[in-house]
């Protein structure tokens, strides 16, 4: 029904540059915010940044000044992360998740991309 694709993951040096795209596609009445999360093997899946619909945003403090969550004006159904500066701790699997109103649906519900692998190594 409803259905979010990650692209742009892939191998960098440290110091390096990626930028991280999700779109969504589906019964999707709207969106109001959306995210990326991380996971290590081990480890808890992390909130890495959100967006709101406001252009309100929020950033783990590891990614902060580094990091750019971003939504084109009008464009409700793909997220960016810009990450800049890309050091070996940021290597993991980087997930999209949308908060989703499915057409003729009354409630939120949560909706996970499949993941793409970002590795930072030299």
């Known amino acids: 029904q409803v259905r979010l694709a990650e692209s742009g993951g892939g191998l960098v040096h440290p110091g390096g540059s990626l930028r991280l795209a999700c779109e969504a596609s589906g019964r999707i009445q709207g969106i109001p915010e959306m995210a990326w999360y991380r996971q290590v093997p081990g480890s808890e899946r992390e909130l890495v940044a959100a967006i709101h619909l406001s252009g309100t945003t929020n950033y783990a403090d590891a990614v902060k000044g580094r990091f750019t969550i971003s939504r084109n004006y009008g464009d409700t159904k793909r997220v960016f992360l810009q990450m800049n500066n890309l050091q070996p701790q940021d290597t993991a699997v980087y997930y999209c998740?949308?908060?989703?109103?499915?057409?003729?649906?009354?409630?939120?519900?949560?909706?996970w991309g499949q993941g793409t692998q970002v590795t930072v190594s030299s």
């Open positions: 998740k949308g908060r989703v109103v499915v057409q003729g649906a009354v409630r939120i519900d949560d909706y």
